[in-house]
């Protein structure tokens, strides 16, 4: 799941913003003085054509079950096939992660499939530097729903959010190399290769390499005014 192929990102906690917080919810006694809420606050659901893209909530465990369970879905992510108590646990921490209050956070959303309510899979991302405004995004699908759009239309969201909301400047993508239906859709997304590192890190036992693939804000700004 997140792009990444081994980031703990389930440890992650999230960060601030530049202050282009259009979509946050804020009471005017909370705001700094400077009137700037760092971080990003998103005024949830986030939707989508077809989804809801929200923070988790506990009663999400089956859904969320239904595919941490599966190994064909966590083959190239940071975690392994996982059973009722395992998922529980994760699901725990990602109950805080609907929302980036400094770098070094991850925000995990689930997505809902708006028509049925069901949690299909969950997208994230990484507010990895505020001064250098760099992110990383990240995402996994029950494989039931794949091969319908479903992860492009909620990459995207977060991609807009990324940029538009927390005003980052570069998101990446760092994926194993064979993770081919991942790198497929960071290239329907417009995000371009960067780099191929060999033997990057030990994945699940054996050495894997990585992409890196990677958006900057001219990019998605010239993808979206067009
Ligand atoms: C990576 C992953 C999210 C990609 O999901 P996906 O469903 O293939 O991606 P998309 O949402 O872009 O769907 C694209 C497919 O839907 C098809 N499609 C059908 N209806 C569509 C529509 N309305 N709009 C767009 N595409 C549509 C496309 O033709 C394409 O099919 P193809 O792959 O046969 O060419 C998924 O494989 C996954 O969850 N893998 C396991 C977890 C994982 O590895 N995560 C990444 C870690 S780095």
């Not at 975690?79 to 925000?107: C, F, I, M």
């Not at 899979?121 to 405004?133: F, N």
């Amino acid at each position: 799941m997140g792009g990444r192929v081994a980031s703990g990102h389930e440890n992650l906690v999230v960060g601030s913003g530049p202050g282009r917080l259009g979509c946050c919810l804020t009471t005017l006694d909370s705001l700094p003085e400077d009137g700037i809420v760092p971080g990003l606050h998103p005024d949830y659901p986030l939707r989508t054509e077809r989804l809801d893209l929200r923070p988790h909530r506990m009663d999400d465990l089956d859904d969320l079950y239904a595919f941490h369970s599966r190994p064909e879905v966590v083959r190239y992510t940071p975690w392994p096939v996982r059973d009722r108590e395992q998922t529980r646990v994760a699901l725990e921490t990602k109950l805080s992660q609907g929302e980036l209050t400094e770098p070094g956070q991850w925000l995990v959303l689930a997505i809902e499939l708006r028509e049925t309510g069901t949690v299909i899979g969950e997208v994230l991302l990484k507010w990895a530097s505020e001064a250098d405004r760099q992110g990383e995004i990240g995402f996994a699908l029950h494989t039931d729903y794949q091969g319908k759009g479903l992860a492009a239309e909620a990459a995207r969201e977060v991609l807009r959010v990324g940029f538009e909301d927390l005003g980052l400047h570069r998101i990446v993508a760092i994926l194993d190399d064979r993770n081919q239906a991942s790198a497929q859709l960071l290239e329907r997304l417009g995000m371009r290769r960067e780099a191929h590192h060999i033997h990057a890190l030990k994945f699940k036992g054996e050495w894997a390499n990585e992409y890196v693939y990677a958006l900057l804000e001219e990019d998605w700004r010239a993808a979206t005014s067009s």
